[in-house]
Each structure stands twice: as C-alpha cells, then as structure tokens.
C-alpha cells in the first residue's frame, strides 16, 4: 500500500466502546474533514477484559476487539479515513496488559507458573509467592462456603462465574468426572496451584505482580525484553507498515523500566510515524532530548493557559475564603499522603523494593526495617514524577546526598542488582506521585480547582502574557510537534468546566461572597466547610446542565473516595457521601433561583464566562504544537472525573451561531481552515503574546509569513465590579 501521511493540522480524540465502535468512528469521518481535523485519534482498540469501558486492560495486543467491530471494521474504516485524507493516530498500551484469567498469556502462566513460556512477557516477582487475584467478596473460606467456587468443565475452577485455569487439567477433569468437591477438596485443589484468591479489601498485599499504580487487576509488561516486544506489537508494527496507521500514543511510558529504550526500539520498529508519550511533568520538569519522539501528549500545555486566563484577585479571595479549610501546606500534606499510601496501598511494592536494595548492597534480610525506612524518607521527598538513571540518564545533582547509599544506586552502575533496584525505583516513584497528588491531594487543597488538574498544582500563581509567550516560544523550538490539549479522557474537569472557576476568579467580591455563602450551607448541613468550597465550584461547572443532580451526586460520591479522608474506595462512607451531595444540589439550586447572587450577577458572570471558553480556544488553536481535541470539544462540553467526561457525545446538536456554543464551534472550524492553510507558519512559525488593553494579540511568524489574531482578555468591558 501507497504510503499515507497526511500533515499534523489537528487530532481529534474519539473514545472507542460504550456504544461507540469503529463503524461509529467511520461515519464520523465526513464531520471530521468539515471540521478541519487531519487525524482521528483511537482510544486503545484491542480485546480487552470482558465488559472494559476504557479498553486500557488489554488481553490480547495483536487483536481488534470484536465488541468495537474487530479487524474487518478496523481494516474498512482505515480504507475510508484514507480516502477521506484523515491519518489515524493509535492510543497503545505497552506498559501493562488485564490481569485476568480471560487473558490467555495470563491463563497459560496460571496453568505453568514460571515454566510458561509467557512467564517473561509479565513483571513478576516468583520468589515472592504465587500470582494473587485479590477478587474475592470476603474470606476464602465464606466464599467456598456460599458455594460460589466450584470445579467446572475443561479444567478450571468457575469463581463468581469465571474460569480461572487448573496447574492439572487432567487431574482437574478425573475430579470432575467425580461430581463435585466438598470444600476441603476445593481449598486442597486451590492449595496446588499456581495461583491464589483472596478477599479483594484484605489481601492484596499478596500480590508478587507489578501493577499500573495501585490497580490489582492490571499486570506489568516487560517490554526491556527485546522479544516482549516484537510479541506485543506484531499487530501494531504491520499497520504502520501497511499504511493503515499514521501515528501512535504510548501510555503511561513512565511505567516501563527502561522508556527511553523501549521508545528507540518503537521507533526503529515504525520508522518516521509521529509518536507522542503520555507523561506528566512537573513545572519545569523536563523529558530527555534523546528521546525519539514528537513530543509529549499535551497535559503540560493546559496548565500555563489556565495560569494566563487566572485573575490574581479572584485567586487571592478563593484562597482567602479556603484559609483553614483546605490543607495549609499542600506540599506537606503531599508528603503525609505519600507515607500512608507506602504503608498501605503501596506496600507491596515497598516490600519489593526493599528486597531489591538489600541485594542491590549485599545486606541481609536483617537490614529490611532500615532500609524500607531510608527508601519511605526517600520516596516521600522526591521531587519528580520520575528519573530516568536506567535509561543512562543523569540523577538530577540537587538531589546528591553524600554517602547515601541508595542515591549511590540510583546514579548507575553495570551491577545487575543495581539496575533492578532502579528500575524499580522509578517505576515506583511516577505512581506515588500520581497518587498521592492527582489522585488524593488534589481533592482536598480544592481552593481553586483549575490547577488542580493532570500537570497541575494546587499552589500554583497566574502568569503574564509575556511568559505565557516566552513558554510557547521556547516550546516551538523544542518540540513543535507535540500535542496540545485542554480536555481529555484523563483530566479531571473539561476545559469549559474550569472556565467557570476561571471566570470566577475576574470577580473576586463575587467570588468571596459566594465562597463563604457556600461554607455557610455546609454548616447548615453539618457538612466539613472544605465541601462547601467544593460544592460551590462544581456547582457553577453544571448549574445549565439538565442532568445534573445525577451526575454530581455520583462524581460527589467518586471525590470524596479519592480525597480519603471522610470515605474511601475501600470503605466508602455512603451516608457521608449523601450529605456532601445533597449540600451540592442545594448550592445548585441556590445558584439558579438567585438564592446565591443576583440575576445581574449572574449575567456579568456569563459574559465573563463566555470570554474564558473563547481566549483558551483561542490560545489552544493559534500555539505551537498540534491542537488535540477531545470528543465533542469543538463546542462547549462541561465534564467532571471518569466516568462523568467519557459519555456519549451529542454528534447533532442544534446549530445556534448566536450561542456560546455555535461561537466556540465558528472559532474552532476558522481556525482548523487556517491551520490547514498555512501549515508551514503553525507547524515552524514564531510565537508572540503581546498585550494591548482589554486584548492579547497572538502573533506567529516564518520566513516572511505572518499572521496575527486579538483574543479578547477575560473580564474585559464588564460590568462594574460586584
């Protein structure tokens, strides 16, 4: 096949399942092209663990799952988006695959423990113990008790419905032939196999595989296997090859051992396909120069254009407003949240760790509690998401401490256990962070929620419009071709949901009364005055949402799981959970009876509002970089955490040019049509912001070219301040 690779103008992400297959994703394909988008971007697209939403449990990497239309679709839509002039971007998963019996590599290493010859393709830890399925709904014994284990046909034992493969299928069906087995039969025949069962709240601490995150049910790949590889990704190499996929993004890289090497060896397997990583950076953090790739997928460019959209004053009285309520020392309480997930939700990996050292330094098992004790300091003090010492990159120097035995390993040797205990550092160090900060902190340090976003930080201060322009200088030099987004499958709020936090902040008298009129319910309701401030921000992101009371009940119940301290996953708090939604819905519908302000405030709001969702669009379409737009972000979307931002996507909404939805959409498509017009200026140009009055005047030049567009600053031309 002819070689396709249409110009990088824009990608537009699709999130495959839920109803949505590739069928779907072929009839969009004129809309696309109207658009002006040049690639479709695909959700992970194969077999993945029964009833998946999100396709990232991967089963069997060289197979189309059939539940989206499986490969014949898959061939027909890469026909059509060819004929069409539109690439197709894969979103791949190499970090890790489902922990699951329905995998078969995972069967097989059930039935043959370390003798499978898949047993390499997984990050497992064999002289821990057996491989642990923490799936259970109570203790083993209660479960065997209830009659919900029991010998099935072909040589598995059939656990809440599911096949989970026999180390002795032969033995496993002289039994059956039997009829069935008595408990103490099934806990003899459990006790020879590869593999164990237990409660999923109380046992997890067995596990011997390395997990995405804390997730039990998701099992590391070893991709620094050169022949791990090649087996995950026959399928993916052949489509590049045959022309069918013109560009990949890798999940998660900062999970793999050794990601610079794993990125070469793509690169080497896909020739020149843009290939951009998912990884979160710090501010001012920055991935290796070697590293051959287009760039990063785009959560580092949403965090300088909400600080450039952000008022100052409003931020200040947000803060103010929190001042007591939310954590004092978000860095400190960072800290706290990191050496209690080390002690729970992270501690078998701590245990590994650990073990990893001691080998790593000669020392014996006896030196496990002072060395567990200098890896937490360690791992709770660390500054990145992560380092890439496995890779032969540098530890940063601010972080040499003399004589420290651990950072002495970190800073590479040929020694084998050394460069396990680093891998294995690193690999630890981006999901504690994660954790610890998007997944809890982030839900608790809740002043202002738009830094409280995936590359963002809770403490973080507004930029000016010279920095905001230096930024994108500097990143048109060092990777032109890197994603920009502000919505995606991963971010915590969309982007015209913080907008409303945004707009909030150009009306800081507003804002303040608002927040303590907010806390004010909370006590009411006898609810903690952090909820209040919480409550009040999601409710102006969905006061004009006609479903609202659902979904901000079910994401209520989703934040306060993750804050962790007044409910959890593992023990949720329903009653609690409750009180904090009903307080939300009374705020809601204090915001639109005009129990909360009144009707004019309300309208300069809006205007303000209107002007945030328009500058991002605005910034987000005329920067360097490709603009990545998230389903349906060409016009306006309000999204809160997964679930509540993957659904359904109305693909035929009512065409009102005189709305702020039909003007984010006009601005969208005017833009895309420059963008496809002069691609050399975008892709190559200069990048200026200059401030005039009530504007921004974004200018991009190249090699005589130019273009200039005025981006109308929040707040401009208001009414009088409130």
């Not at 997984?122 to 010998?151: E, N, S, Y």
């Not at 949403?302 to 004053?313: G, I």
């Not at 809160?640 to 005189?658: G, H, I, K, M, S």
Request: charge should be negative.
């Amino acid at each position: 096949m002819p070689e396709f690779a249409p110009p990088l103008i824009a990608t537009y992400r699709l999130q495959l399942r839920d109803g949505v297959g590739l069928d779907q994703a072929r009839a969009l394909l004129p809309r696309l092209v109207e658009l002006g988008v040049s690639h479709l971007y695909l959700s992970p697209l194969f077999r993945a663990a029964q009833a998946s939403t999100h396709g990232y449990d991967v089963i069997d990497p060289n197979e189309v799952d059939p539940v989206i239309g499986g490969e014949t679709a898959f061939l027909e839509l890469a026909d059509a988006a060819r004929a069409a002039g539109v690439g197709i971007v894969l979103d791949i998963v190499p970090n890790h695959m489902g922990f699951t019996p329905q995998n078969p590599y995972v069967a097989d290493v059930m039935r043959h423990g370390r003798e499978s010859e898949y047993a390499p393709v997984f990050d497992i830890d064999w002289d821990r113990g057996k491989l642990h399925f923490p799936v259970l709904d109570g203790a083993l014994r209660d479960v065997l008790a209830a009659g919900q284990i029991a010998l099935g046909k072909g040589g598995a034992l059939v656990i809440y419905g599911q096949d989970y493969p026999l180390r002795d299928t032969a033995l496993a069906r002289t039994l059956a032939e039997q009829g069935e087995l008595d408990e103490a039969a099934l806990t003899a025949l459990l006790a020879e196999q590869y593999w164990s069962v237990g409660d999923w709240r109380t046992t997890a601490n067995a596990i011997i595989h390395r997990r995405f995150f804390n997730i039990s049910s998701l099992i590391g790949v070893r991709q620094e296997d050169p022949a791990v590889f090649a087996l995950t990704h026959r399928w993916i190499v052949a489509q590049v090859a045959a022309g069918r996929v013109q560009g990949l993004r890798v999940d998660h890289v900062d999970g793999l051992a050794r990601p610079g090497g794993y990125l070469h060896r793509l690169r080497q397997a896909v020739g020149n396909v843009p290939v951009w990583i998912e990884k979160i950076v710090k501010q001012g953090e920055e991935i290796p120069l070697s590293w051959p790739i287009e760039g990063m997928s785009g959560y580092e460019f949403m965090t300088p254009v909400t600080q450039l959209l952000t008022n100052p004053d409003g931020l200040a009285a947000l803060r103010e407003a929190a001042t007591g309520v939310v954590p004092a020392d978000t860095c400190e309480e960072v800290r706290v949240v990191r050496r209690e997930l080390l002690q729970t939700t992270f501690g078998p990996e701590l245990r590994r760790l650990t073990d990893t050292a001691l080998a790593a330094l000669g020392r014996s098992a006896d030196g496990s509690a002072e060395i567990s004790a200098s890896l937490t300091k360690l791992l709770v003090d660390w500054p990145v998401y992560r380092s890439y010492t496995a890779d032969g990159g540098l530890l940063d120097p601010n972080l040499a401490v003399a004589g420290d035995p651990l950072l002495d390993l970190l800073r590479g040797t040929d020694d084998p256990h050394a460069r396990a205990f680093a891998a294995r550092f690193e690999q630890l160090t981006g999901a504690l962070t994660a954790k610890s900060e998007e997944d809890t902190v982030f839900y608790r340090a809740v002043a202002y929620l738009p830094f409280c976003e995936v590359g963002g930080e809770p403490d973080l201060a507004p930029i000016t419009g010279e920095t905001f322009g230096a930024q994108m200088q500097a990143r048109a030099g060092r990777s032109p071709l890197a994603l920009n987004t502000l919505s995606t499958h991963d971010t915590k709020r969309t982007a015209d949901a913080r907008a409303a936090i945004v707009a909030l902040s150009h009306l800081p008298n507003l804002a303040r009364r608002l927040a303590s009129g907010a806390m004010e319910r909370a006590a009411d309701a006898g609810v903690a005055p952090r909820w209040g401030i919480y409550g009040l921000q999601v409710a102006l992101m969905m006061r004009h949402q006609p479903d609202a009371a659902a979904r901000v009940c079910e994401h209520i119940a989703k934040a306060m799981r993750e804050a962790k301290d007044a409910s959890s996953h593992e023990a949720p708090d329903e009653a609690a959970e409750r009180r904090v939604g009903e307080l939300c819905l009374d705020l809601l519908t204090a915001l639109t009876s005009h129990a909360l302000w009144s009707a004019q405030e309300e309208a300069q709001f809006d205007r303000v509002y209107a002007q945030v969702v328009l500058a991002q669009a605005a910034l987000h379409l005329t920067a360097p970089g490709v603009p990545d737009l998230y389903q349906g972000t060409e016009g306006v979307v309000i999204g809160l955490t997964d679930p509540d931002n993957r659904r359904a996507v109305d693909w035929e909404p009512p065409l009102q040019r005189d709305t702020l939805d039909g003007r984010k959409r006009a601005l969208t498509h005017e833009l895309l049509a420059q963008r496809r017009q002069r691609p050399d200026l975008f892709t190559h140009g200069d990048y200026e912001l200059a401030n005039e009055g009530d504007r921004w005047i974004v200018r991009r030049s190249w090699e005589g070219e130019s273009a200039e567009w005025a981006i109308e600053k929040p707040g401009a031309e208001t009414l009088p301040s409130v």
